[in-house]
């Protein structure tokens, strides 16, 4: 296996028990182990537990953040601003059920770990806040909230889903319509129509879990 190869093997190995255990109860050998390495060789790529931690949820905001941005800019400059907040929140909960999501990991640990490496993550959470205040106050929504308000609750939301939700219940696109509604209202009735003859929805195949 390339090097490069086995270090991603090995933060999303990470990631996945930071879901599973959290922070605290995972250990650089509990990793090595799930991984199927030596410990040796997880020094060979990393120093401690704690550049680990730096580097998840460095990419966790920077993920989600991109996933984001990519979905709502796809839509073109025509694109409503339902439909933005629509893409952007099915993005968002999409990089949350990826198998090893540095983003559910990140949210999984964020306030558990040491006070140094949150400061040094604040300024990317930070930009992406601004991302959806800036996009939930630039368009119509029916509910007379200030933007940061409704960030916050969209964040605590979305955020939440890998906590109940259960594989086969409901779609990726079902979760995210529905949460997208609370915040914009329903959806027009042709863009109804119109899912009804898209292609078969993509379930959600892992259900990240925390300890």
Known sequence: MAEQDL?????????????????TAVTLRMIAAEAGVTT??????????????????????????????RATNDL???????????AGVRAHVATLFERGSFSAANICIYSHVPEHLREEAKPARR????????LLASGGSPLDVPAR???MFLFGAANWTFEWHREGRETLDEIASDLARLFIGPEPQNTKALKKTSPTRTKITASPQSA
């Open 7 to 23: 270090r991603e093997v090995l933060l999303r190995t990470t990631a996945h028990l930071f879901e599973r255990r959290g922070y």
């Open 40 to 69: 040796g060789s997880l020094y060979y790529y990393f120093k401690d537990k704690e550049e680990i931690v730096r580097v998840i949820l460095e990419t966790g905001h920077r993920r989600v953040y991109e996933e984001v941005l």
């Open 76 to 86: 073109g400059e025509s694109a409503t601003w339902a439909e933005k907040v629509r």
């Open 127 to 134: 930009a992406y806040e601004r991302f959806w205040i800036n």
């Open 149 to 151: 308000h409704m960030a």
